[in-house]
């Protein structure tokens, strides 16, 4: 069932049915959250056909009302525009002429096309927010479902999922609408797809296979569309002001002005992100715009169309003029069109940055001498825009970025590899990538079988999987250990203090390891360590197809069909390298495999070995999985590093903490044999050393005392990791 948020219960609650306030046949729109708060009321009552009824009228009222706003701003601008500067000494009286008149031409627009007054339909920004982010048709595929209409709740429910994609409940109820009978797949649309999102991918598909002509087609088609959206959210930004300020502190007319006007052109600013953002992801697709001409010049290029090829370029160039290989490429094509050709960007394309500019220059104006903030969304901004009193810290945010872009996979600047014993048995080459290794003897037979005993004797005690099904496949058993558990079941006897001290060392040596070889002088901090071993399950594997963990990404959101993966909630967005220590061979299946963004094309497959540790970056540049294990059991140690401290993780601080506290125990448990027993060390082996007890008070101060210093990094469970 969809949740009921707080800002709809109080409307729920405040407010009588508001729909009987708009008789059917008078002709007004009824403003969406008087409908919206009606339909969710019967939803709660389980009135479902008047339930879904209104949730309908609700949606289709905020989408009359949104082409309303866009239709009556793009007339009035035309009607009631500013043609040119106003004359001095009249400029003022003048220029409020026309506002006053676009003014009035706004409000008899939109009361003509609403059939009421526009005021009736401002609803609270809890709402808003509700429809931006599809909420209505959570409830709607309820109802529409409790109605047995099944087409017709697959698609709300679809159409939700698309903008919700971390939402589990749906996320369950999308898995059984597909096991379904009946429902078909065509019912599986997005009832308010974007035209150019679609048109984008297809062409970018087209690119990537050399389907040149193809691709500029949907290119083509997909730029148009998103100048027109683009149009269409700049025109909703000329809503009412965003009254942050507090009552004492009331503006005057032209302090108020600019303060609106500037929150329109940020809003403005930014609706290159919101066109540029794909329904359900956080992040904006870089450069959108640009990018669009870019793959254009290539795609026409290489179908002989040097005139539209040029023509691509030169409107690019309007975003970088001083990009090198652009500027040789207009050379080349200025060389192929002749010397009296001339060549032009595109108009729409020059209006767009030419205003963007205008824009960008009130703003940095408005922040450098009225206060406030700007987050340009722009990496093309001219840096002669800026003004010098803001340029440092746009100039940080710059190197910021371009150290997070920067390929550290160059061997070259790593310097020699010096760990002893340690072999580099395949790099990025080699494994047909980026930011990928494999190290072979970082631990001997001998660890490796100390670390398998620890496993095992561990067995159904770890960390809350206790060998059920695994969560990737029901084929095989899964079993986990956090450091923190071995060392508190090493504490209680329950399993070897030496092996569980040993999975510290293990971990902490490969982070060593791959921090020397990938993060030179910087420091890499564990995010999370699991002792992992998945069991295939007996008589249960015969016609087996799926996989033991599925292609993913280790710190975003692997989107195989639009080739992307997005760094954003609720992936581990921290997370900046991966290692995966293997313990054991003897089982079938259970390989390492790297593919492409479309998670199918296998690029690299490494076979697990004692002593073998695997390590990469953990961004979309190395989707990986693993093959099905069919027989025996695997076990490995999987490792995750951060570059920040603040994502450090906590229990292997406390561990830590605990290891020294029972390494001390045993020096003195064992200074006390000596003075007692006066044991020789000269020769012979060691006993294996007492179990401490009794640790769980000092364990607390430590713990107390760690939280006094005030470092206190984020906490994370095995289940938040898994």
């Given at each position: ?163 919700n994609p971390q939402h589990l409940q749906m996320r369950e109820d999308m898995e059984k609408y597909q096991r379904m009978a009946g429902v078909k797949l065509e019912s599986f649309r997005d009832l308010q797809a974007t035209l150019y999102w679609e048109a984008y991918e297809t062409g970018v598909q087209h690119y990537n296979v050399d389907e040149y002509l193809q691709a500029a087609v ?157 987050d340009d969304p722009d990496p093309w901004t001219p840096d002669e825009l800026i003004p010098e009193s803001l340029k440092q810290k746009h100039r940080e945010n710059q190197e910021k970025q371009r150290l997070e872009n920067l390929d550290v996979g160059e061997q070259k600047r790593r310097g020699p590899f010096t760990f002893e014993g340690i072999t580099i048995a395949m790099d990025s ?294």
């Amino acid at each position: 069932m969809a949740s009921l948020p707080l800002p709809l219960l109080l409307l729920l609650v405040l407010s009588a049915p508001g729909t009987s306030l708009f008789p059917p046949g008078s002709g007004r729109l009824v403003p969406y959250d008087l409908l919206y708060a009606d339909g969710v009321r019967a939803y709660f009552a389980r009135d479902w056909p008047r339930a879904a009824e209104l949730l309908q009228r609700a949606l289709h009222s905020y989408s009359q009302l949104l082409a309303a706003r866009r239709g009556c701003q793009g007339r009035c601008r035309e009607e009631a525009g500013f043609a040119g500067p106003p004359a001095a000494p009249c400029w003022e009286t003048r220029f409020f002429d026309r506002v006053l008149q676009r003014a009035e031409c706004l409000g008899e627009c939109l009361g003509r096309r609403l059939g009421s007054e526009p005021s009736l339909h401002r609803a609270s920004r809890e709402i808003q927010e509700d429809f931006e982010q599809r909420e209505p048709y959570n409830y709607l595929q309820v109802a529409l479902f409790q109605l047995k209409k099944l087409d017709e709740a697959v698609s709300a429910a679809h159409t939700f999922f698309v903008a919700n994609p971390q939402h589990l409940q749906m996320r369950e109820d999308m898995e059984k609408y597909q096991r379904m009978a009946g429902v078909k797949l065509e019912s599986f649309r997005d009832l308010q797809a974007t035209l150019y999102w679609e048109a984008y991918e297809t062409g970018v598909q087209h690119y990537n296979v050399d389907e040149y002509l193809q691709a500029a087609v949907k290119l083509e088609e997909s730029l148009e569309e998103v100048l027109l959206a683009l149009e269409d959210c700049r025109a909703l930004c000329e809503g009412p002001q965003e009254d942050d300020t507090e009552e004492e502190m009331q503006l005057g007319l032209y302090e108020a002005i600019a303060a609106h006007y500037i929150q329109v052109l940020k809003c403005r600013q930014h609706c290159v992100l919101e066109v540029a953002t794909k329904p359900g992801r956080v992040s904006a697709t870089d450069d959108f715009i640009p990018s669009h001409l870019d793959l254009l010049q290539f795609a026409y290029d290489q179908v002989g169309n040097h005139a539209l090829a040029a023509e691509c370029a030169a409107s690019y160039l309007l975003f970088y003029p001083s990009d090198e290989l652009m500027l040789e490429k207009m050379k080349r094509y200025q060389a192929d069109l002749g010397e009296g050709a001339s060549v032009a960007s595109r108009e729409n394309i020059q209006r767009y940055v030419q205003r963007s500019l205008m824009e960008k220059k009130l703003i940095y104006y408005a922040v450098e001498h009225l206060g406030g903030t700007f987050d340009d969304p722009d990496p093309w901004t001219p840096d002669e825009l800026i003004p010098e009193s803001l340029k440092q810290k746009h100039r940080e945010n710059q190197e910021k970025q371009r150290l997070e872009n920067l390929d550290v996979g160059e061997q070259k600047r790593r310097g020699p590899f010096t760990f002893e014993g340690i072999t580099i048995a395949m790099d990025s080459l080699q494994l047909n990538g980026s930011q990928r290794v494999v190290f072979d003897r970082v631990l001997t037979d001998s660890e490796c079988k100390d670390i398998l005993r620890l496993a095992k004797a561990a067995g159904g005690t770890g960390d809350g999987y206790r060998g059920r099904q695994s969560p990737h496949t029901p084929h095989e058993r899964f079993e986990g250990l956090t450091v923190l558990k071995a060392l508190q079941l090493a504490q209680d006897g329950t399993v070897n203090w030496r092996d569980a001290t040993l999975l510290l060392h293990a971990s902490e040596k490969s982070r060593k390891i791959v921090e020397s070889y990938f993060t030179p002088g910087k420091r890499l901090h564990f995010s999370f360590t699991h002792l992992v071993c998945r069991t295939a399950v007996e008589g249960d594997q015969d016609g087996r197809m799926d996989l033991s963990h599925p292609v993913h990404a280790d710190n975003c959101l692997l989107d195989p069909e639009g080739k992307e993966c997005w760094r954003e909630p609720p992936a581990y967005m921290y997370r900046d390298y991966s290692g995966i220590l293997y313990l054991n061979d003897d089982f079938h299946g259970g390989d390492l495999f790297f593919t492409e963004l479309d998670a199918v094309t296998v690029t690299a497959q490494v076979r697990p070995k004692c002593g073998k540790l695997v390590a990469f970056s953990s961004g979309g540049e190395n989707p990986h999985g693993v093959w099905a294990v069919t027989r025996g059991r695997r076990c490995a140690i999987a490792l995750w590093y951060t570059l920040s401290p603040e994502h450090a993780e906590q229990e292997r601080m406390e561990a830590e903490d605990l290891m020294r506290q029972g390494d001390e125990e045993q020096e003195l448990s064992h200074t006390d044999v000596e003075k007692h027993m006066g044991t020789d060390h000269s020769g012979g082996a060691s006993p294996e050393p007492p179990v401490p007890k009794e640790r769980a008070r000092s364990t607390s101060q430590r713990r107390t005392s760690s939280s006094e210093s005030g470092q206190q990094p984020q906490k994370l469970r095995a289940r938040d990791e898994f």
